[in-house]
C-alpha cells in the first residue's frame, strides 16, 4: 500500500510538471523497445527496454499484445514505481510508471505471458500512447519498437509407441522405423536409436536398420520431450539366410472388402525366376482381384487369378533377378460369410542365378469373418442446453485389444464437454482439438475384448435452436488385436433430434441448475481466470449480450445477485 501511495504522488507530481511547461525538452529523444524471441510454458519475459539521450523520470504508454494467443501472468520492474492495468482493453496493457531519480538506458519492466494458444504460432507487441517524462517534467520526444516472437505451445509426451516390437529382415535389406507419440504434437527435445550388436544389424539416428549378418539383436528407442520427459521401448530385429514369404491379415464383416499383400524376403540370395500357388477357401472368400506387386516390376512375371476355383498362380522371370524383399502380389477379398479362412502359399519353387532350387518359410495368411463393428448410441431427442452422453461402443472377433477412431460432429451446433466411463482394463487417450468437429480416440489394453461400450462422450447444445431438427454423430477407424492386425469393423453413427428448450434457463443461470446463485458467479470467475470448461454455454454467460464473456457480465451478474432490476442495469 506504501508503494502505491508514492507511486501515484509521483504519476501527480509528473502530471503537475506537465501541465506547467507543456513543451518538449530540447534535443531529447528516447526509444522504449519490446524485446523476446519465443515465449512458452517455460520462458516467457517480455522486457521493455529504455534507451535515452537523458534521464526520465516517468511517463506511460500501452502495449498492444496478442489476447487470443497469450495471457499475462506477472510484471516487475527494478527501476521504476509501476502501476499496471492488465484489463484496459481486451489486448491492451495500460502501464504508468515513475522514479524518484531518472535512468537513462536498461530494462525498466518485465512481463511475463503465458500462451493460450492449442498450437504453435507467432505474437507481436506494440506500443500506443507513449508519453516520457525527463526531470524537469517536460515531455520527451518518444519512439517505441514492437516485436514479432514465436509462441511455442512445448506439450509433454503421455504415450510413446514404436511402428513394430519386431522386425524380420533379409541380410543388406534396410528397413524404416518409426514412433508414434501421443499427443501428436508433443515437444521432443532429443530421440537416440541404439543397437546392442552392430554386427547383425545396424540402425541410425533417423531410425534406418541395416542387415549384416543373420542373427537376433535387440534394438532401443529413447524419447526425451522438452519438458524432460523420457520415454524408451526395445524392439528386436531377426536376420534371416533363408527366404521368406509372408501372408497378410486382418479381420473384417460380412460383405467387406480387404487387401492382402504377399511378401518374399529373399535374405541375401538372388533369385531369377520362381513359381507358387496361392491357396484360399471360396466359401469364406470372393477373390475381387490379384494384381502383381511392386517387387515384381522389371520381371516377366504374370498372375492368373483363375488358376483354380480356390487359387491364384504366380510366376517370374527375370534377367536381373529378384534380391532383397517386397510386395509380389496384392489379393483383393470380399467376405462372404462369418468364419476363419486360411490363405496360404503352397508348391514355392524359387531359383538362383546358378539354377539351385530353393523353398521357403511360408507364413499363412488369415482373414477373420465376422462380427465387428463400431457405434455410438445417444438419446432420441436431446433438448438444448441439456447435457447428453454419446456412448461408443465396439463389437470384435477375436478381440480388439486396441484401436484408433475419429468421431465427427457439428462443431457449431454442438460443444464436447469431455469423456467418462472407459471400459475397464483399457487407457484412453482424447484429443478433442484433432480438427474442427473432429475428437481422435486412441485406445489399448492388456488383453482382448470382443464387446464392449469403450467410453461415453458429452456433449451439450451451443444454442438454443428455433425449431427441432436432426444431428448426427459419426465414428470411423481401426481396431487391433493383441498382435496388431487390423480389424476393419463396419461403422454406424448416431442421429438424434435436438428440440429447443421451450422454458431456457434464467438470466444469469450460468450453470443450468434452475437458479441464479453465487455458483454461477463461481463459474463465471473461473472462466474469467481461464478455466474455460467452467462456463459450458458461452451465450447463457453473456449477460450484457456484447457477444463476449468479460468482467462486465461478472459486473451484471453481480448487480442480478444484489437485486437490481435487469432493465436498470447497464
Not at 489476447?67 to 510484471?75: G, Q, T
Not at 528407442?221 to 524432460?228: F, T, W
Not at 476355383?309 to 524383399?325: H, I
Not at 492388456?446 to 444454442?463: A, D, M, N, P, Y
Amino acid at each position: 500500500m506504501q508503494k502505491v501511495k508514492i507511486l501515484s504522488i509521483l504519476l501527480a507530481l509528473v502530471m503537475l510538471f506537465t501541465a506547467q511547461i507543456p513543451i518538449c525538452a530540447e534535443d531529447a529523444s528516447a526509444t522504449l523497445t519490446a524485446v523476446q524471441s519465443e515465449i512458452t510454458s517455460q520462458k516467457g519475459d517480455l522486457e521493455i527496454r529504455l534507451d535515452s539521450t537523458e534521464p526520465i523520470l516517468g511517463g506511460s504508454f500501452n502495449l498492444v499484445y496478442d489476447s487470443s494467443v497469450l495471457e499475462l501472468d506477472s510484471f516487475h520492474s527494478g527501476t521504476y514505481n509501476c502501476q499496471v492495468n492488465a484489463s484496459y482493453a481486451t489486448n491492451r496493457i495500460r502501464v504508468s510508471f515513475a522514479a524518484t531519480s531518472g535512468t537513462k538506458s536498461g530494462v525498466i519492466l518485465t512481463f511475463r505471458f503465458r500462451p493460450t494458444a492449442s498450437g504453435s504460432c507467432t505474437a507481436s507487441f506494440s506500443f500506443e500512447e507513449l508519453n516520457l517524462y525527463n526531470q524537469a517534467g517536460k515531455s520527451v520526444t518518444a519512439t517505441a519498437k514492437g516485436t514479432v516472437c514465436d509462441v511455442t505451445v512445448i506439450k509433454s509426451i503421455t504415450d510413446f509407441r514404436l511402428s513394430t516390437d519386431a522386425l524380420m529382415m533379409g541380410l543388406g535389406e534396410q528397413a524404416q522405423m518409426s514412433y508414434q507419440l501421443t499427443p501428436e504434437d508433443a515437444s521432443v527435445e532429443s530421440v537416440r536409436w541404439t543397437s546392442q550388436n552392430t554386427s547383425i544389424a545396424t540402425i541410425d539416428q533417423n531410425g534406418l536398420v541395416t542387415a549384416k549378418r543373420a542373427g537376433t539383436v535387440q534394438m532401443r528407442c529413447a524419447v526425451q520431450d522438452r519438458n524432460g520427459g523420457y520415454w524408451t521401448s526395445k524392439f528386436t530385429v531377426t536376420v534371416y539366410s533363408k527366404p521368406n514369404l509372408a501372408i497378410g491379415k486382418g479381420y473384417l464383416a460380412p460383405g467387406e472388402s480387404i487387401t492382402l499383400a504377399v511378401r518374399l524376403d529373399t535374405v541375401g540370395a538372388t533369385y531369377t525366376s520362381g513359381s507358387l500357388n496361392l491357396v484360399y477357401d471360396p466359401t469364406l472368400l470372393s477373390l475381387t482381384s490379384a494384381e502383381l506387386g511392386s517387387f515384381l516390376n522389371g520381371c516377366m512375371a504374370t498372375v492368373n487369378p483363375s488358376y483354380r476355383e480356390n487359387a491364384v498362380r504366380l510366376n517370374f522371370l527375370g534377367q536381373g533377378g529378384l534380391r532383397g524383399s517386397g510386395e509380389i502380389c496384392l489379393l483383393t477379398f470380399t467376405a462372404l460369410q462369418a468364419g476363419q479362412a486360411q490363405i496360404r502359399a503352397e508348391q514355392i519353387l524359387l531359383y538362383t542365378e546358378d539354377q539351385q532350387e530353393h523353398g521357403a518359410n511360408a507364413g499363412g495368411g488369415l482373414v477373420g469373418i465376422g462380427t465387428h463393428s463400431l457405434s455410438l448410441t445417444v438419446p432420441e431427442e436431446v433438448t438444448a442446453w441439456q447435457e447428453f452422453a454419446a456412448a461408443v461402443s465396439f463389437a470384435a472377433t477375436p478381440g480388439a485389444a486396441g484401436g484408433s477412431l475419429t468421431v465427427s460432429y457439428d462443431a457449431e451446433q454442438l460443444r464436447f464437454l469431455g469423456y467418462t466411463d472407459v471400459l475397464q482394463g483399457f487407457s484412453v487417450t482424447v484429443n478433442e482439438h484433432y480438427g474442427a468437429g473432429k475428437i481422435k480416440i486412441s485406445f489399448a489394453g492388456t488383453q482382448g475384448v470382443t464387446e464392449g461400450e469403450l467410453l461415453k462422450l458429452r456433449f451439450i447444445s451451443r444454442e438454443n435452436p428455433a425449431q427441432a431438427f436432426s444431428c448426427e454423430i459419426t465414428p470411423e477407424g481401426a481396431l487391433y488385436t493383441q498382435d496388431g492386425v487390423p480389424i476393419l469393423p463396419i461403422a454406424s453413427g448416431a442421429v438424434f433430434v435436438l428440440r429447443p428448450d421451450e422454458q431456457p434457463p434464467e438470466t444469469g443461470d450460468v450453470d443450468r441448475n434452475d437458479d441464479t446463485d453465487t455458483r454461477d458467479a463461481t463459474a463465471l470467475l473461473q472462466y474469467l481466470a481461464g478455466d474455460t470448461d467452467a462456463v459450458a454455454v458461452e451465450l447463457l454467460a453473456d449477460l450484457n449480450g456484447d457477444g463476449a464473456l468479460t468482467e462486465a457480465d461478472m459486473d451484471y451478474l453481480m448487480k442480478l445477485l444484489a437485486g437490481w432490476d435487469p432493465s436498470q442495469i447497464q
